[in-house]
T-cell receptor, first 113, second 118 residues
Framework: GQSLEQPSEVTAVEGAIVQINCTYQ??????LSWYQQHDGGAPTFLSY????GLEETGRFSSFLSRSDSYGYLLLQELQMKDSASYFC??????????????FGQGTELSVKP | EAGVTQFPSHSVIEKGQTVTLRCDPI?????LYWYRRVMGKEIKFLLH????????ESGMPNNRFLAERTGGTYSTLKVQPAELEDSGVYFC????????????????FGPGTRLTVL
């Protein structure tokens, strides 16, 4: 089967840096994405790693190590509005199943003043 | 550019009834996906359309669920008859690029339809 593990919740203070880890066990791995969801609304795409290494987008960075089946999302200069659920999601490399995303259960991030 | 829209936003029905959910993807997006999040659990894939064709329906739970995408534009997901375990939030997502069996990253999600089956 396919499975992704991420912490259920993380708490940090405004201005701090937080890292949300994701480990995965999937067949036919193609890439790792991160999504943000506020209050159960539409998940919003944050970043994608298809190759090993770090991708940076403003205050958000994402890292992937395919040999370790591991990735993380790094959020810097935390703001109150960053309080949300964060999901890692794997894209598979399986013929005719290359479009779907396999999601982790989500990490609830609480940013305190 | 308008985002992905879904209708209705909420639906409360009784067990055994039928419900039809609608998704309008971003204009020009060939790929359309349906996902579902049951309370407290992960977002799970249901189905993937490329234009009007079903590319992957490996996540459809059973034959009470029927998805269509007539003309390759909007899509509907019908649940008939609904059961208690069908309750959850149904998300639709779309993306533009496709190449063979793989698509570019970054799916755009709609706000979801919250379905409650009593």
């Amino acid at each position: 089967g396919q499975s992704l593990e991420q912490p259920s919740e993380v708490t940090a203070v405004e201005g701090a840096i937080v890292q949300i880890n994701c480990t995965y066990q999937t067949s036919g791995f193609y890439g790792l994405s991160w999504y943000q969801q506020h209050d159960g609304g539409a998940p919003t795409f944050l970043s994608y790693n298809g190759l090993d290494g770090l991708e940076e987008t403003g205050r958000f960075s994402s890292f992937l190590s395919r040999s370790d089946s591991y990735g993380y999302l790094l959020l810097q200069e935390l703001q109150m509005k960053d309080s949300a659920s964060y999901f890692c999601a794997v894209s598979l490399l399986i013929y005719n199943q290359g479009g779907k995303l396999i999601f982790g259960q989500g990490t609830e991030l609480s940013v305190k003043p | 550019e308008a985002g992905v829209t879904q209708f209705p936003s909420h639906s409360v029905i009784e067990k055994g009834q039928t419900v039809t959910l609608r998704c309008d993807p971003i204009s020009g997006h060939d790929n359309l996906y349906w996902y579902r999040r049951v309370m407290g659990k992960e977002i799970k894939f249901l189905l993937h359309f490329v234009k009007e064709s079903k590319q992957d329906e490996s996540g459809m739970p059973n034959n009470r669920f029927l998805a269509e995408r007539t003309g390759g534009t909007y899509s509907t997901l019908k649940v008939q008859p609904a059961e208690l375990e069908d309750s959850g939030v149904y998300f639709c997502a779309s993306s533009q690029y496709t190449s063979g069996s793989r698509t570019a990253p970054g799916q755009f999600f709609g706000p979801g339809t919250r379905l409650t089956v009593l």
